[in-house]
Structure formats: C-alpha cells, structure tokens
C-alpha cells in the first residue's frame, strides 16, 4: 500500500470543467469541451434575462394555459 493521501482519480476535477457541469474523471473532448461551454452560457444568459415577479398580478397559474378567463367569478371561454 502507499501512503499517498491523493484523492481517487474519479475525485478529481478540473475546476474549470466543475464549472462547466462536466463529470468527474472524464476526458472531455474539444466539442464536448465546447458544448457545456455553450450551454453554460445560455443558462447564465436565461438566468439574467428571467423576469421580475408581476406586482398586482393574479394569483395561481396563468388562467389562459386552461382555455378561460375567469374575472369576477365570471368564467370567459375562448
């Protein structure tokens, strides 16, 4: 046995790669490298652009998902 306290292979990451949202121990690819690049980016850009909560607005779901309207107890189908 040796004595070398190094954590398993399969535990080590590049941070970089961590990042990325990679699988420890794996050998990536260019165009793997460079698809968990890209989606990064468009997690970070979904994230900067989601909208702010609606003051005043309705509670619950969005009423036309279900095919109607309600206003004042009054349901209005389309």
């Known amino acids: 046995m040796s004595d070398d306290l190094s ?3 399969s535990e080590v990451q590049d941070p970089e790669l961590a990042r990325l949202g990679a699988a420890p121990g794996k050998d990536l690819s260019p165009a ?5 690049e890209e989606a990064a980016a468009r997690r970070e850009a979904e994230a900067a652009s989601a909208l702010p909560a609606e003051k005043g607005g309705r ?3 969005e009423p036309t ?3 109607d309207w309600e206003r004042k107890g009054v349901a209005v189908d389309f």
């Open 7 to 9: 954590p398993p292979f």
């Open 32 to 36: 793997a490298r460079r698809a968990l």
């Open 59 to 61: 509670d619950g779901p």
């Open 65 to 67: 998902r279900f095919g």
